[in-house]
Nanobody, 123 residues
Framework: QVQLVESGGGLVQAGGSLRLSCAAS????????MAWFRQAPGKEREFVAA????????NYRDSVKGRFTISRENIKNTLYLQMNALKSEDTAVYYC????????????????WGQGTQVTVSS
């Protein structure tokens, strides 16, 4: 059973940066595609970015392209999300997720989810 724990969230001014981390334990994530999602108050959870198990391909929602970068260090069993030029509309709880082992790309189903980390961007 893989456990995912996010960290790095916080309060930042618009235009600022944050780097989120997602540490996996209880099993390896190196075989799995990984993704970040977010959920703002009163809204549905939405996809943010995904990365293949080898880290060679990525996929982003349009609103974060050019501002966010997803990456991973399989040797550390850790996923990252570098967020630059943050906007108030990026305010949300951010979740990491480990995709199922069918290796569909972009991934559509996820086996494991973290508890989330709050990102608040003040304007």
């Amino acid at each position: 059973q893989v456990q995912l724990v996010e960290s790095g969230g916080g309060l930042v001014q618009a235009g600022g940066s944050l780097r989120l981390s997602c540490a996996a334990s209880g099993g390896t994530i190196r075989s799995r595609h990984m993704a970040w999602f977010r959920q703002a108050p009163g809204k549905e959870r939405e996809f943010v970015a995904a990365i293949t198990n080898g880290g060679f391909d990525t996929n982003y929602r349009d609103s974060v392209k050019g501002r966010f970068t997803i990456s991973r260090e399989n040797i550390k069993n850790t996923l990252y999300l570098q967020m630059n030029a943050l906007k108030s509309e990026d305010t949300a709880v951010y979740y990491c997720a480990a995709a199922t082992l069918d290796w569909t790309w972009p991934p559509m189903k996820y086996d494991y989810w973290g508890q989330g980390t709050q990102v608040t961007v003040s304007s």
